[in-house]
């Protein structure tokens, strides 16, 4: 067998030579990606304020074309407001400045809470080393501030606040999120018409309160992921009783990208609807990346520390100490991430209940642990750490997104005994985080049957007692690969629906190469496909009033709102062009499908219309007397039901 | 309002100024489209003989290259033989000539039953004029033959000789596809794993028999549709105890596409896996489009003929008459149409009921049956005809395809009164077509939100007493135009989960435009995704075949394996190239997501072969030994489960 040095292109494990390279070859963001602030059509940003003037929570607000009547009367349609990811890049009354990041608006927040210090300076070496390199000067984002860290005996957590019945500013801030002024749509009995949902035992009430944000928080059944570095964070909220949230991956590898695309690939991806951010990178400069991602990003930005301890240690497995590691969750804590992926659940034990596997371990930090146990045939550093992590993870307040290094990653080993202890592990670890008020989420997999997901939540909310789930898909079948995206989205969306809190995408790319803008924006409009099909049915309340918004615009031939309330107007309307390219045709009473005489909503709308005229319950009304006269008249054809 | 003349670029209703368009911008095939006649890599064409010499079931054999151990040696990788829609077009050894079609391979089973007729000249009025009109010989198919026929008191459907206990070769042809020589794989261990399904009530045997066959079309639960005027048919059968089976919608609009273009999409849409077509074109030169298409199509042909009926009165659905479609199912019939759309179920007093829907009746032809209904306040001459309609799919053995006119076309209106109220008319329907012995599919919805798919399954399978669903997704959001394949690939996983058993595909351009060529793959593979996940689901014997042998290569790093075991292997090796374009990583130890030092796939192989070397069972001996060394020195952390 060969071995990978034989194919490696450039592995120089030189630190010099690799910082050299990097500030020569390296791509620096000089300014926001244009195409992550283009205005969105027909929209504009809204803010509802809450109980003080420094809550704001950004929404979308999609303007609506009236629609005509039969008598060419204009009847109005009322604006849609959809949950809005996309930060201050869409709004044209921010100044926008790469280089500076955004405003911390959670800063007053936080300083409020008077638990809080700021340090000197870093507290990692590794961060004081790289922050001392002259070399890196010309990467380095521009405007660091002083990092901060929990006074001595405090607990900085939201999880602390909730469980001591405190509502902090960053948990009404959710409860107005979450709601999407849906309270305006009971007046519009169309829009707020919605089928029965079946939760599987999620329980969402129909407005959501801060109050019951903080006791889900408190229960330890929902996460609100929000490190004190990082006040530029619009608050969210991941748990089963929430909006189902998505994820999305980025970072560079060993052989590909630069600082600007991965920038731009988080404003890209955030842009189209990705609630938190993973970034994954693996290659060059990896601490300096993560800083202009963070500066500049509004959602949760998550990590996997382990990755960048395995770069510190030259690729060696073995070679991983817990000081190493320490020293990187840290250094990352202080940056600001807001959640870490830890594969604390990977124990001695476990490891050869992977050894029949079809494919064994592919989850890259299990494969890292999994190496170092049985090099030192000792139990994981992370585990036998555990409640370090705890401390470390409260002084900044991180959650836990605890790794599930035994995922299956094929369809042959879902639900194995090894995915299940591993889980069972999970459980345990979760409780010892509660006892600290660290929050928690639960990584799943990965490759699962349709009949074998359910089984999966089942076992997930048994183990970790409803601690958020998140899930890599899970993609339904191995035999698609440059489609996992869709493999992966059906999976995907039925979890949602049994209970899980949020998904992590997966792009066309996955199993082939690290993915591009492109990939990142179609892997994000399938898993918003993927959570809002969930929300539907779980029968989350006001779900459904996008649907018939857009299915309102599209009976009655109103294009444009069809383009603009779906998840991706620019496609719809592209695709739409090719076909009738001519401005008129957007106006057309018929589509490109059927042609214009052959409509089978024109049709429909010339059915309703022989009978009445708009609005609606007109229509009705004139169906309804035409069925009586009939019936008046003695004809057995129109049939009471 | 303005209506849709003031929009409509050219809708002259003159037939000659028409057919004098058509022949001067027509494009005719003049070759098979190169693209699907390529070779699939790595794969050749095999078939499997029957009982006799002319049963030849086709299928594709894809090999693999040898897993490489630890010590070099080179251990045999099985091919691995998939279900092969494409037809002669990637068999290189037969002549092909689009201008003369495909041989007639079932011409010799139908002449043995000695129960058919040739008849002297077409039947239909309609028919026989287009032949006679000189205008139209240079777009008519060149190679007609004569049309067939039951003889006078004959019943040539296959449902009546199931009943009658008798296998046809095409009963036999059909067990032999279904069964894809999985008894191969008993004996190797790792290919034949699979997971227990849950089949909601299904019985699939783990061999496919003849008699099985039999029983299942005999039973109504399964349809062989094979009209007797379509002997270059392959068969394949539809029904829940068999594959899911996917549908790729084909045909031109008035507003777009030629004769070539929708030949090129049937030949491309089978190439990817359609396992039959449907001609839905309503624009010009139907008649002789279709034609062209069934003389080159492997696979079953469906249609609406209620669209040409329109066109025939030149889109004024009050002017339909019974006569004019009847000419139509005739001159459509001895084409060799397989099976007809037939909107029987829309009843009078149904229209009322979906008054109050977001989105009327979206259905063309339960909106063309729904005017007609209502325009002369009688009951549709589709239901009143409903026996002559059976006589004559019995005469040329046409299954039906009962339309659903009534299904929800957004996920508000999803089963409502309207849909279900059609749906028992649909099962009323069943049992009349099967007393003439004529075989039933029902088509169903449409637009469902995910919670309520199953009730629509169960629904239709005590309506219609388990005669084969044939659904179009269901969309399970309307929020996502430009991506539908998606928000239907979700719901039609499901469904085929449930009992679904075929899935009509829906393309990326659905409510915005006509597919064109890309479309048309990417719903076609999105759909063979859905239904192999649901074959995996359902627990069908040997489905996982695939998945493992994929997973198996994945593993080893078998670049071109897993490119050449996927359902397109072109875009996989594509994708891989976009990152690590250069040879030789097609045959590292890494892949591009994570680069060389870092692949977790490859440290999880360094695990497995510290401990042993491959095959499989030797390295779970290794880690065995590892474990039993360790629990014999006493500790503690290798714990038995």
């Given at each position: 067998?060969?071995?990978?040095?034989?194919?490696?292109?450039?592995?120089?494990?030189?630190?010099?030579?690799r910082a050299f390279a990097s500030t020569v070859r390296e791509r620096l963001p000089d300014?926001?990606?244009?195409?992550?602030?283009?205005?969105?059509?027909?929209?504009?940003?809204?803010?509802?304020?809450?109980?003080?003037?420094?809550?704001?929570?950004?929404?979308?607000?999609?303007?609506?074309?009236?629609?005509?009547?039969?008598?060419?009367?204009?009847?109005?349609?009322?604006?849609?407001?959809?949950?809005?990811?996309?930060?201050?890049?869409?709004?044209?009354?921010?100044?926008?400045?790469?280089?500076?990041?955004?405003?911390?608006l959670r800063r007053a927040w936080i300083d409020e809470r008077n638990d809080t210090e700021?340090?000197?300076?870093?507290?990692?070496?590794?961060?004081?080393?790289?922050?001392?390199?002259?070399?890196?000067?010309?990467?380095?984002?521009?405007?660091?501030?002083?990092?901060?860290?929990?006074?001595?005996?405090?607990?900085?957590?939201?999880?602390?606040?909730?469980?001591?019945?405190?509502?902090?500013?960053?948990?009404?801030?959710?409860?107005?999120?979450?709601?999407?002024?849906?309270?305006?749509?009971?007046?519009?009995?169309?829009?707020?018409?919605?089928?029965?949902?079946?939760?599987?035992?999620?329980?969402?009430?129909?407005?959501?309160?801060?109050?019951?944000?903080?006791?889900?928080?408190?229960?330890?059944?929902?996460?609100?992921?929000?490190?004190?570095?990082?006040?530029?964070?619009?608050?969210?909220?991941?748990?089963?009783?929430?909006?189902?949230?998505?994820?999305?991956?980025?970072?560079?590898?060993?052989?590909?990208?630069?600082?600007?695309?991965?920038?731009?690939?988080?404003?890209?991806?955030?842009?189209?609807?990705?609630?938190?951010?993973?970034?994954?990178?693996?290659?060059?400069?990896?601490?300096?990346?993560?800083?202009?991602?963070?500066?500049?990003?509004?959602?949760?930005?998550?990590?996997?520390?382990?990755?960048?301890?395995?770069?510190?240690?030259?690729?060696?497995?073995?070679?991983?100490?817990?000081?190493?590691?320490?020293?990187?969750?840290?250094?990352?804590a202080e940056q600001g991430v807001d959640y870490m992926t830890i594969h604390a659940g990977?124990?001695?034990?476990?490891?050869?209940?992977?050894?029949?596997?079809?494919?064994?371990?592919?989850?890259?930090?299990?494969?890292?642990?999994?190496?170092?146990?049985?090099?030192?045939?000792?139990?994981?550093?992370?585990?036998?750490?555990?409640?370090?992590?705890?401390?470390?993870?409260?002084?900044?307040?991180?959650?836990?997104?605890?790794?599930?290094?035994?995922?299956?990653?094929?369809?042959?080993?879902?639900?194995?005994?090894?995915?299940?202890?591993?889980?069972?592990?999970?459980?345990?670890?979760?409780?010892?985080?509660?006892?600290?008020?660290?929050?928690?989420?639960?990584?799943?997999?990965?490759?699962?049957?349709?009949?074998?997901?359910?089984?999966?939540?089942?076992?997930?909310?048994?183990?970790?007692?409803?601690?958020?789930?998140?899930?890599?898909?899970?993609?339904?079948?191995?035999?698609?690969?440059?489609?996992?995206?869709?493999?992966?989205?059906?999976?995907?969306?039925?979890?949602?629906?049994?209970?899980?809190?949020?998904?992590?995408?997966?792009?066309?790319?996955?199993?082939?190469?690290?993915?591009?803008?492109?990939?990142?924006?179609?892997?994000?409009?399938?898993?918003?496909?993927?959570?809002?099909?969930?929300?539907?049915?779980?029968?989350?309340?006001?779900?459904?009033?996008?649907?018939?918004?857009?299915?309102?615009?599209?009976?009655?031939?109103?294009?444009?709102?069809?383009?603009?309330?779906?998840?991706?107007?620019?496609?719809?309307?592209?695709?739409?062009?090719?076909?009738?390219?001519?401005?008129?045709?957007?106006?057309?009473?018929?589509?490109?499908?059927?042609?214009?005489?052959?409509?089978?909503?024109?049709?429909?709308?010339?059915?309703?219309?022989?009978?009445?005229?708009?609005?609606?319950?007109?229509?009705?009304?004139?169906?309804?007397?035409?069925?009586?006269?009939?019936?008046?008249?003695?004809?057995?054809?129109?049939?009471?039901?």
């Amino acid at each position: 067998m060969t071995t990978s040095n034989s194919t490696t292109p450039n592995t120089s494990s030189d630190k010099t030579t690799r910082a050299f390279a990097s500030t020569v070859r390296e791509r620096l963001p000089d300014a926001v990606d244009p195409a992550s602030m283009a205005p969105f059509p027909a929209s504009r940003k809204v803010y509802v304020t809450g109980s003080r003037p420094d809550i704001r929570v950004p929404m979308r607000e999609i303007s609506q074309t009236p629609t005509i009547t039969m008598q060419g009367d204009e009847v109005a349609n009322p604006p849609i407001c959809v949950y809005d990811t996309s930060g201050p890049y869409t709004d044209p009354d921010v100044e926008l400045d790469i280089r500076k990041g955004l405003a911390p608006l959670r800063r007053a927040w936080i300083d409020e809470r008077n638990d809080t210090e700021l340090l000197e300076g870093l507290s990692s070496a590794y961060g004081r080393e790289r922050a001392g390199d002259p070399a890196l000067t010309p990467l380095r984002f521009p405007n660091i501030g002083r990092p901060r860290r929990a006074r001595s005996g405090a607990n900085v957590t939201q999880m602390h606040y909730a469980r001591q019945g405190v509502v902090t500013p960053e948990m009404e801030y959710v409860a107005l999120r979450e709601n999407q002024r849906r309270a305006a749509i009971k007046d519009d009995p169309e829009l707020a018409k919605q089928h029965l949902g079946f939760g599987f035992g999620a329980t969402i009430p129909a407005e959501i309160t801060p109050e019951f944000v903080r006791d889900e928080i408190a229960r330890g059944r929902a996460i609100l992921p929000a490190n004190i570095n990082h006040p530029e964070l619009e608050p969210m909220i991941i748990g089963r009783n929430f909006l189902v949230k998505i994820n999305g991956n980025i970072g560079n590898s060993a052989l590909t990208s630069s600082i600007a695309e991965e920038v731009e690939k988080m404003t890209w991806g955030i842009r189209w609807g990705a609630d938190t951010i993973m970034d994954l990178s693996t290659g060059r400069n990896i601490h300096e990346t993560r800083e202009w991602i963070i500066r500049n990003s509004p959602v949760p930005i998550g990590t996997v520390p382990l990755y960048q301890a395995l770069e510190k240690v030259n690729g060696k497995a073995e070679e991983l100490t817990w000081e190493v590691f320490r020293d990187t969750v840290i250094e990352q804590a202080e940056q600001g991430v807001d959640y870490m992926t830890i594969h604390a659940g990977v124990r001695l034990h476990h490891i050869p209940l992977t050894a029949d596997r079809t494919t064994g371990i592919v989850s890259r930090g299990g494969a890292i642990m999994a190496q170092w146990c049985l090099a030192h045939h000792q139990e994981s550093f992370l585990y036998t750490h555990f409640r370090e992590l705890c401390e470390l993870m409260q002084a900044y307040d991180i959650a836990f997104s605890l790794g599930d290094g035994l995922r299956p990653g094929s369809i042959n080993d879902a639900n194995d005994e090894a995915q299940f202890a591993e889980l069972e592990t999970l459980g345990e670890l979760t409780k010892i985080a509660w006892e600290y008020d660290v929050q928690v989420m639960i990584e799943g997999p990965g490759h699962v049957p349709m009949q074998m997901i359910h089984e999966n939540m089942t076992k997930q909310l048994e183990c970790c007692d409803e601690a958020p789930f998140y899930t890599l898909g899970p993609l339904v079948t191995d035999i698609a690969p440059g489609y996992d995206h869709i493999t992966s989205g059906i999976g995907a969306a039925q979890i949602g629906w049994y209970g899980c809190a949020m998904l992590c995408y997966v792009t066309p790319k996955e199993h082939l190469g690290l993915p591009d803008k492109n990939d990142v924006k179609t892997g994000i409009i399938t898993y918003r496909i993927a959570a809002h099909a969930a929300d539907l049915a779980k029968g989350h309340p006001g779900a459904q009033r996008r649907d018939n918004a857009l299915s309102k615009a599209r009976f009655e031939f109103r294009w444009e709102d069809q383009f603009n309330l779906g998840l991706d107007p620019d496609t719809a309307r592209e695709f739409h062009d090719e076909t009738l390219p001519k401005p008129a045709a957007k106006v057309a009473h018929f589509c490109s499908m059927c042609g214009p005489k052959f409509c089978s909503m024109k049709l429909s709308q010339d059915v309703r219309e022989r009978f009445g005229s708009k609005p609606q319950q007109d229509v009705d009304v004139g169906l309804q007397q035409q069925a009586e006269r009939f019936q008046a008249q003695g004809s057995q054809l129109y049939q009471p039901e």
